[in-house]
């Protein structure tokens, strides 16, 4: 096929070859979204919509499923599909454009009238009778249809994408030369003129909270009729201008919400409780089910979290209980059905399962904890896992088994053993099962590449208790370096975003630490820190001030007023408190305004900021 098309290429459709899976990528490319593709906030109770609701200028809503499958973002320019990203981190997304090539319901190119550049953004799921089809046929058994689907687009040979029945929807849109439509329902109607599929069929319009209930229930009783898996509805504003000045909060915007369904239940005996350790020695009992299918997903472990839930709950080991897949994800138990004469009461363990070591449980703590972090072969793994992540040093071909190995064999103690790994035990690994000296070559290739590495990514790499992605960015961003945040009091800690007094203190309690002070020393003589660079143009009105923009700016976009600001060594919030210096209003401004005005914060409009950036 592929040597016809070449020889004769206006026999492929519009351009494009019908051949798929040709080429087999070694890994997937990461690419920034031009515009975040973020979360959507959720909602569980009448209540809670209630409030959401009240917030509300327009009660024009529209209200479509809640596909349970993968996001996508498929960009379009001149009508042609050019790439296709996952959500990733909603800031960059993995490159899956040949796979999603293989999807029949998204289109190589838009057919009526469409913008310039548009980047159309969906959900790739697997129907359910083509997830059963699947694992009749495949001799990998998927848990449920999301998993099915999740599997099958991230394949690096996308020839196995295409073996798998995928399906697509479109309903939503990210990079935008010009938009067309001025609502949500009409957003549908482009994307089916352009090719896609939406679940316009099963979509409603609602103007109350009686409005959402009812359909909610409705949907709810009909669910099992739906070809495929939902988790609950989308509650969005039909009017897309209304949207653009309602804005978003950090992770999600303000204009929608996911009212999400029950958890489901099923009723199981508990078998055992065991015991898990983690990367900071936190001790997790987990309870040992006798395996019951639980909304298409078969549950045999379910989370217990702690000795005071265990003790809330009145769980006994071989006691029935009632198991729940909660946001019909994560297993939990939620309550005991009946008890048995024959079971027995779970005593937590006073030493570590894994290493021995003394269990404390510290004043004012829930969780109880191994001390032995020196030398906790649970916690080494732990550290070590997290350390060579994907969003961390992301050094390929250290796995779990393979870290697993090397802390067993004594040959990796802590995060700094990595790089002198191949030159202190390279011929021992080459002879063990499994190993060889390409996987050798191949292994060290990727340590040597993460030797060099962004602040950001260090900082969350060595595990500060409390530091997620965000705050290490945040924090790269105010300290511009690992020194200057070592040395750094509370007061400039707190000045962060987001950064409170128990995170403060966890921050200098790490840097104090002996034995963490020589694993860091240890490490920086083996790799190379990317300090943080920024080139800010003096500006006194605003050069360290914190500002937050509200409102519609009529010549600059939220992001591009934001990039102002930045050059010119503002920091931009996301929300008002005491600590803001400005806030910069636009038209329809609202409680950020408010907020300021009773605060006393001074306030901007858009001619004082362009006077002031000038």
Known sequence: MLQIEEEYPELAKDGFSTHVGAAVAEKFKSYPHKVPMLSISDVFNEQEVTDWFDKLADNNLFIELKVDGLSFAARYEKGVFVRGLTRGSGVAGEDITENLKTIHDIPQRLTGDFPDVIEVRGEVYMAREDFFKLNETSDKKFANPRNAAAGSLRQLNPAITASRKLSAFGYTYGDLSERMWNTQSEYFDKLESWGFKTTRQWARKANSVEDIQQIYKDIILHRDEIPFDIDGLVIKVNDVNLQEKMGARANSPRW?????????????????????????????????????????????????????EIKRLGVKIGDKVVVQRAGDVIPQIVEVAETNIDSRYFAFPDRCPVCGGVVVQEQGVVARRCLNSLSCPAQIK???????????????????????????KGWVKNASDIFTLIQDHGDEIRVLDGFGEKSVSNLNSAIEKARKIELHRFLYAIGIPEIGEVTAKLLAKEFLSLDN???????????????????????????????????????LKQITIENVEINVTQNAALSGKKVVLTGTLSKYTRDE????????????????????????????AGSKLSDAQKLGITVWSEEEFEKNIK
Do not use: W
């Not at 975003?497 to 002070?517: K, L, S, T």
């Open 382 to 408: 732990g550290e070590i896992e997290h350390f060579v992540s994907k969003h961390a040093f992301d050094i390929e071909g250290i796995g779990e088994k393979q870290i697993d190995l090397f802390v067993c």
């Open 256 to 308: 929608e919400i996911a009212y999400k369904f029950p958890a489901a239940r099923a009723i199981t005996k508990l078998n055992d409780i065991t015991v898990q350790v983690g990367r900071t020695g936190v001790l997790t009992p987990v309870a040992e089910l006798e395996p019951i299918n639980i909304g298409g997903v078969l549950v045999s472990r379910a989370t217990l979290h702690n000795a005071d």
């Open 561 to 588: 007023a934001k990039e102002i600001l930045e050059s010119f060594g503002a920091k931009v919030q996301s929300s008002v408190s005491i600590k803001t210096d400005i806030v910069i209003a636009g038209s329809a």
């Open 485 to 523: 945040l070592r040395t750094a009091n509370e007061e400039q800690l707190t000045r962060v975003e987001g950064v409170g007094d128990v995170m403060a203190r966890e921050i200098q309690m790490f840097f104090r630490d002996e034995h963490n002070n020589i694993v860091l020393e240890n490490l």
